[in-house]
């Protein structure tokens, strides 16, 4: 997925009020940028971080939105909507062979209680959910992890698509791990222990779950290939996608 605009470059000097980051270009000018990623960002905030910036549409109150994080070797995609537009445009590039054969994408569809999932695909009467989460936490060197805070609502979302298995119909939650230093994934359960229970109990009656990594470059963010699932339990450590 490319970048809306050409990329403005600088140092991040504080994130705040969650929808806000003020940055320092590199041409000296300090800039109030939009960030898109309301979690906690946790592992993105490192001294030193830079931040790539794409230019607002015209008539905008922010004239700069935040896309990446650079934290040392690692380039890191903040833009949690944007994570949406690129498991779809994956998908429709035939990227994702799992979610490969189906008709239809339908974004922002209506489902459960109140809620909208983020992609639908459809082939005849035959249905897949797909809920998508950007994974942009860091818990040791090479692992990815979801969420970065706690999420009543993410655990609300595996509920609906366990409902969805149960009628019949496919359920994905699929976490776009959009950190260029992690090759594996896994539910974050120091951070948010309930949502790593919901997440095995969706896994036990059949939601299924990807992991893909991605690639960052100063032009776009691309989906790579699928990357392993760790879960830990009672009897150790199990993989999902090996």
């Known amino acids: 997925m490319r970048f809306s605009t050409e990329l403005v470059e600088g140092r991040l000097l504080r994130r705040y009020q969650r929808f806000f ?7 000296g000018t300090v800039v109030v940028a939009h ?25 905008r109150k922010l004239a700069y939105t935040w896309e990446v994080a650079e934290c040392g070797d690692a380039r890191i995609y903040v833009h949690p909507a944007g994570a949406n537009g690129l498991v779809a445009e994956a998908i429709d590039g035939g990227v994702i062979r799992e979610l490969t054969g189906y008709e239809t994408l ?16 459809g082939r005849g ?7 998508v989460k950007n994974a942009t936490l860091r818990i040791a060197p090479g692992r990815a992890a979801f ?5 009543a609502r993410g655990k609300k979302h595996l509920e609906e698509l366990t409902e969805v298995v149960r009628s019949g119909h496919r359920g994905v939650v ?20 309930a949502y790593g229970v919901a997440l095995r109990a969706a896994l036990a009656v059949g939601v299924e779950a990807l992991a893909y990594g ?14 392993p699932i760790v879960l830990e339990d009672e009897g150790g450590a199990s993989k999902v996608g090996t």
């Open 147 to 151: 969420p970065d805070a706690v999420t």
């Open 35 to 59: 960030c898109p990623n309301t979690g906690s960002m946790k592992t993105c905030l490192e001294p030193g971080t830079r931040a790539w910036l794409t230019r607002a549409r015209p008539g």
């Open 21 to 27: 980051a003020d940055v320092e270009l590199d041409d």
């Open 214 to 227: 991605v690639s960052i470059d100063r032009e776009e963010v691309r989906l790579t290939r699928r990357i």
């Open 106 to 121: 339908r974004r922002e569809v209506r489902y459960g209680t109140g809620s909208r999932i983020d992609l639908l695909l």
């Open 174 to 193: 699929f976490f776009a791990v959009s950190r260029t230093d992690c090759t594996t994934f896994e539910p974050a359960d120091d951070i948010d222990p």
């Open 125 to 131: 009467e035959e249905l897949c959910y797909v809920e």
